[in-house]
């Protein structure tokens, strides 16, 4: 499993970042895709998570309380790609985020050994 994440940077209040998450070797259209931040001293925050072709609601996102109705997941299948579009950006949502396999909740997150190696946003006036 190898997911490269993309698109992190500086941006101001009220931005707008979409990240972009590759992924190779494992069948992507097929797995459930989850977004996960980690704020500097937290610990790890569900963010995002998309289904993938084995279930009935393919392509179906779920989102957390915080970034609900600011944030967008969709994926790309033949690219193999995840996103996630930012709007209305916070200060609260600078952190490191991850692209994982899998799919997370508020009850849980998908296994560390199946995430990328992050891109850092951090929204700062």
């Known amino acids: 499993v190898q997911l490269v994440e993309s698109g992190g940077g500086l941006a101001q209040p009220g931005d707008s970042l979409t990240l972009s998450c590759t992924a190779s070797g494992f069948p992507f259209r097929f797995y459930d895709m989850t977004w996960v931040r980690q704020a500097p001293g937290k610990g790890p925050e569900w963010v995002s998570s998309?289904?993938?072709?084995?279930?009935?609601?393919?392509?179906?996102?779920s989102y957390s309380d915080s970034v609900k109705g600011r944030f967008t997941i969709y994926r790309d299948n033949p690219k193999k790609t995840l996103y996630l579009q930012m709007a209305s950006l916070k200060p609260d949502d600078t952190a490191t985020y991850y692209c994982?396999?899998?799919?997370?909740?508020?009850?849980?997150?998908?296994?560390?050994?199946?995430w990328g190696q992050g891109t850092q946003v951090t929204v700062s006036s």
């Open positions: 994982a396999r899998g799919r997370g909740s508020t009850a849980g997150l998908p296994p560390r050994g199946d």
């Open positions: 998309i289904t993938g072709l084995v279930d009935a609601d393919s392509g179906n996102p």
